[in-house]
């Protein structure tokens, strides 16, 4: 058949387009998520760029409960920030009172649980809340956002006065289902159990969950899993037990392999504020520490693991301690309110969004913390190319030890952003001091001219 001219120039055109959809997608979606090979501070996606994560989370942001944000409209609040993360929190039960909509598992009967509701049926997933989990992870990847998917959260598990409503309306409660699981053997009132390995069946039940998760997300390339939020003490080995369950799960059945990553326990054990060592030594591929140390003056991440240092395992946070963490080599997250403005929370939301553009301007890949090589002891450095310094001390000078060239700069103001334009100078090697054009804390960005 012979084609006329209008038809071939329709096709060429079509498969033109076609091209460039293709073009953009893999632009989109390098694939997901791995640690960088040379610097593992940080996550690449395949492309060899340091991805760097920062954003706000909220509580309750997966199932629908009065105090849920519009999911749309919580995006909307993401990117006005220039954030590219979020944690998304799932409850297998339900903190704080009436379940959380969805349920993960069916609630059939026979019988009626503590709550007024039928009594669960742990043996049958509600695909609904797993229909809901995965649109809400593809619509913030169509938004630029990386999730942290937080498998659990050990509240829901815990019995506390006033009300003592956590545990009483949890599924693994033996009086919520008709399966006979007893997530609190010991009888204290508590579901701790959930997240050790003592129980054969409650094992069998977070894995058979976890298998359910990566089925629902495996193919989604902004995904990132969490075991358990601030999970109790002795909960190290079921935490091991898990991340590598999920790794092996994904390596031996699905096609693509994100990380997983380990928080913050709830109580301090045997090392206040949190064993952090146990994080250190952990199988996951990030982690989330506790300790007042990560809150003021944060150390230099070493590149033992990804540390996405989190507000809701450490307290505080704001636009300083962005900027202080960032360069320690850190992704900084903060536990966010969302619907409320101050101006702690607004520096930090303006202050990671700005951090996300440095990063996005930088060869992060090539940069590690060099508090040696700034007096202010802040400084980000692939030294002799780039630099990015903070100092904290509104007007106060500063040093930063360069080797002998030409070099651009710029100052930024650490929440609103740049506040002039680059500019040069010729560095004859070794300690060069810096004062910020204003009179608070500042930034500095140094790039040796190519």
Known sequence: MKLSQ??????????AMLMSWTVVEATLAAGPLQ?????????TDGSGKAIYLTGSHTWRNVQDSANVP??????????????NYTRLWVYRGSPGGPALTPTIYARTGPGTALDGGLKYDVSKFNQAFFDQLRARCRVARDRGIYVQVTLDSSE????????????????YNVANNINGVNGDPNGDKWGYEIFNLQVATLTA????????????????????????????????????????YIR??????????????????????????????????SPADYIAPGLNLYRDSPPAADGRKVII????????????????????????????TWDVSDATSEGARKAMGHTLTCAKRMNLAGMTPREDLASSRYCLANQGDEYLVYQPVPGVAFTVDLPAGTYDYEWFDPVSGPVNAESSFV????????????????????????
Request: proline content about 6%.
């Open 309 to 336: 240092l989190d507000t809701d395992h450490i307290g505080g946070g704001d636009a300083s301690w962005v900027w202080k963490t960032f360069t320690r080599g850190m992704n900084p997250v903060y536990m966010d």
């Open 70 to 83: 519009n999911f749309t409209s919580y995006l909307d609040f993401l990117n006005k920030y220039g954030h």
């Open 427 to 450: 560095a004859a090697g070794g300690m060069r001091s810096f004062t910020a054009p204003f009179n608070r804390d500042a930034v500095l960005y140094i790039r040796r001219q190519q």
């Open 205 to 244: 039940l977070n894995e058979n969950y976890a298998c359910k998760v990566v089925d629902t997300l495996n193919d989604l390339d902004n995904v990132l899993y969490e075991i358990v939020n601030e999970a109790n003490h002795d909960s190290r080995q079921f935490q091991y037990h898990m991340v590598n």
């Open 6 to 15: 209008r038809t071939r120039v329709g096709i060429m055109t079509c498969l």
């Open 248 to 281: 092996n799960y994904e390596a031996t059945n699905k096609p693509k392999r994100h990380p997983v990553g380990m928080t913050s326990y709830r109580d301090p054990g045997n090392e206040p504020g949190g064993a952090n060592s146990d994080l250190f030594a």
């Open 35 to 43: 640690v960088h090979p040379a610097n593992p501070r940080y996550f």
């Open 156 to 171: 829901t598990a815990r019995s506390e006065a006033p009300g003592n409503i956590n545990w009483p309306v949890h599924p």
